[in-house]
């Protein structure tokens, strides 16, 4: 096509109807991961419904519509977007109680996210599948085939728009319920455009009051108790969403609806949540703590452990925090203040690491979530790029979130199988007695060893650490079987299925100054693949069998 005929083209009625629906279809698929990984995580499984139940209902909406094209016209298109806009609005006002009920449905862990994201965006999704067999049934263009591939075109370019303003421009700067407004604006604007010039009372009347409904989902919103306390501030992110929540006189910050850190207001030294005490048994472990100089964290939250780290020792702390709303956050309600000894690097921590020069004494991973784990993180490679940027006696740690033996307890056991590949010498620490999905501290050391329990309890009486470690020692699990999991690497790293087993099952994170710790309710409800629950470990003899109970702490 020559500049001059590029000119003259002026797109008709159909085209931007098509070009609409491209954008607004991959819009919300980008969208719709936002909404449901609060409830179900960002797992493979999770993105998997996402991709199946918009191909499977823009397929039914193709046919559908291409059944009915004789009847086409540019006010049938235009009841077809006002349709469209009034369920975003549904979504967007009741996407929560939704969310919620579909989780109730007693599915296997991998298929939980399926009902929700068809009952969210299945019908809104069939009927913009109907615009393009429509646009081509009135198409000015000659032929069926010139027809039809003028319309994929219109139709893929606003896919690629949508895609693109979405994730690289919208996500960043607007909330999950705005971005859902701005879509059923753009409906609603494109479906009064239609009608014109001719301005008919009904489609008129229709257009103004899908847009109140609009404006009146996301403006008022479903009234419902927060039982976590007071949101402080929320905001979506890059990557995720992200809360600060008061409760009392504890703060926690929520990473896609999920406990990350907690600091308590009126003592911000105390380690709110158990497992961040752990975090210093590495200190044990190096020669000599007097001589540590460099420690690295990989990953903020809320920057508890390299607070703590500055405070205690005479060391230089570096974080690789790879959201920097997260770093922010952690200055705004954290009481994080960067200064000579500790510093925060606003990139992935695989590629700080690959990209430093300097070498660490400990080296701690905290970037994992329950439901969200990068990938690249967990590999064979990263590990032993990590153990390459420690010193020679230095320590690597990992907090893992997974079950210490039986259903849930695959992705620990393939992450110990992992870094002891890399390692001379791997530990690791449960950091409940219950028998559940929590936090595990997996250590590793550069040099080879062979700390037993007495050791460590020795040298934790020994050394000045500025905290007591003894019940983190003794907490100490035995040797995981390992041969029924992979060793993950590049080339084959399955931590969503590893993990699956683990989604529908209690997240027990403990908290300093409480008796006992009830289990976090899982967030959906665990189907007959996975009928256990949360109970306190058996206080039996070890074992290596990773269905047998793991013994209670000493």
Excluded: C
Excluded at 150 to 163: D, E, K, P
Excluded at 215 to 233: N, T
Excluded at 479 to 485: E, F, G, I, L, S
Excluded at 530 to 538: E, G, K, N, S, V
């Amino acid at each position: 096509m020559s500049m001059r005929q590029l000119s003259d083209y002026r797109p008709t009625k159909p085209d931007v109807a098509v070009f609409v629906s491209g954008v607004t279809s991959m819009g919300l698929e980008i969208l719709a991961g936002r909404i449901i990984a609060p409830q179900f995580g960002s797992s493979i499984y999770t993105w998997g419904s996402i991709i199946t139940v918009f191909l499977a209902a823009l397929s039914l909406g193709y046919w559908q519509g291409g059944k009915q094209a004789g009847t086409a016209s540019n006010r049938r298109m235009s009841w077809i977007m006002l349709g469209t806009a009034g369920y975003v609005a549904i979504v967007v006002y009741a996407s929560d109680q939704l969310l919620l009920s579909a989780s109730a449905m007693p599915l296997p862990a991998r298929y939980a996210s399926l009902p929700a994201v068809l009952i969210l965006f299945g019908p809104p999704t069939y009927l913009l599948g109907f615009i393009s067999p429509y646009s081509a049934e009135l198409s000015r263009k000659e032929g069926i085939g010139e027809a039809s591939g003028h319309v994929y075109a219109l139709g893929t370019i606003g896919s690629i728009v949508g895609a693109g303003a979405t994730t690289f421009v919208l996500i960043p700067a607007l909330g999950i319920d705005a971005i859902g407004l701005l879509f059923g604006f753009i409906l609603v604007g494109t479906a009064f455009a239609l009608t014109l010039p001719s301005l008919t009372p009904k489609p008129a009347a229709a257009s103004v009051g899908i847009a109140l409904l609009l404006v009146v989902a996301a403006g008022v919103g479903p009234v419902a108790f927060d039982h976590r306390g007071d949101v402080v501030y929320q905001t979506q992110t890059a990557y995720q969403e992200l809360e600060v929540v008061d409760s009392g006189d504890e703060r926690t910050l929520y990473l896609d609806g999920a406990r990350h850190s907690a600091m308590d207001l009126e003592d911000p030294d105390r380690h709110v949540f158990e497992y961040t005490r752990y975090f210093h048994i590495p200190m044990l472990m190096v020669d000599d703590p007097e001589e540590v100089d460099n420690v690295l964290f990989i990953g903020g939250g809320g920057y508890t452990g390299p607070k703590d780290f500055e405070r205690k020792y005479d060391v230089n702390v570096d974080v690789a925090e790879l959201d920097p709303e997260v770093s922010q956050a952690a200055k705004d309600y954290f009481r994080l203040e960067e200064s000579e000894n500790l510093t925060v690097h606003t990139e992935d921590g695989r590629r700080f690491l690959r990209n430093t020069d300097r070498t660490y004494d400990v080296i701690v991973l905290d970037a994992y979530q329950k439901d969200q784990v990068p990938i690249h993180l967990t590999q064979l490679g990263f590990m032993e790029l990590a153990e390459d940027r420690l010193t020679d006696d230095g320590v690597f740690m990992a907090n893992v979130i997974s079950a210490p033996s039986g259903a849930g307890s695959d992705f620990y056991r393939a992450q110990y199988k992992t870094i002891d590949r890399a390692f001379p010498s791997t530990y690791s620490y449960r950091t409940s007695e219950w028998d559940s999905v929590q936090n595990i501290e997996i250590v590793a050391t550069k040099a080879d060893t062979d700390f037993t329990e007495a050791e460590l309890a020795e040298r934790n009486a020994n050394r000045d650490l500025g905290i007591d470690l003894s019940s983190e020692v003794n907490a100490t699990l035995p040797v995981p079987r390992t041969d029924d999991v992979p060793v993950l690497t590049e080339d084959h790293a399955p931590v969503d299925s590893l993990q699956s087993s683990t989604i529908g099952q209690e997240y027990v994170i403990e908290q300093t100054g409480e008796e006992e710790t009830e289990p976090e309710p899982a967030s959906i409800t665990v189907g007959p693949e996975f009928p256990d629950i949360a109970r306190p470990a058996d206080h039996g003899s070890a074992s290596t069998d990773p269905i047998a109970p793991e013994p209670g702490l000493a």
